[in-house]
């Protein structure tokens, strides 16, 4: 059965390689909100935003933070990995920038956005704690089959660590 598992990403730059994900089929993800859906939270406040998420992690087990350059470190994105965290969700992060875009280009590592956030209890940084995944492959495809390969195990482990931590 698979898993009910809540993406988190930057929308604009990674939106194309985040959908080629949720395509892999053994994950069961969370709908992106439509773009007018989205300036409809967005106009409620921080407020707005931050129910909304919280709605859509409802029913899930595990966070996954989909990584392009520019992801680590979003006010919310932050919040996201702290809501799931104290969700007692799993969280991992998977490299994505090697999967291309919409005009088939690649993007540049960025960093791993579990670094910016502190694990409360142990005041760690929680990238020491949770996983990040960088597929070792140099082209879209076996980026994409690495990933389709492997994801089912990943979110199992996340779901492990955050249930020992």
Not at 55 to 78: E, H, V
């Amino acid at each position: 059965m698979a898993r009910k598992c809540f993406y988190s990403f930057h929308y604009k730059p990674d939106n194309w390689r985040v959908s080629k994900i949720r395509n892999i089929g053994t994950v069961e993800g969370n709908k992106p909100a439509k773009d007018n859906d989205w300036e409809t939270i967005t106009g409620g406040g921080d407020k707005k935003i931050k129910e909304w998420i919280s709605s859509q992690m409802i029913g899930r087990t595990c966070t996954i933070i989909l990584t392009g350059s520019n992801t680590a470190n979003r006010k919310w994105i932050n919040h996201e990995i702290v809501e799931s965290w104290n969700k007692g969700m799993g969280v991992l992060v998977i490299f994505i920038h090697k999967i291309t875009d919409v005009l088939c280009r690649q993007s540049s590592k960025g960093s791993n956005p579990l670094y910016y956030v502190t694990h409360g209890p142990t005041g760690k940084r929680l990238s020491s704690i949770a996983k990040a995944y960088d597929p070792p492959r140099e082209s879209s495809k076996g980026v994409y089959s690495y990933i389709a390969a492997n994801i089912d195990d990943w979110i199992e482990e996340a779901i492990q660590i955050r249930k020992d931590n």
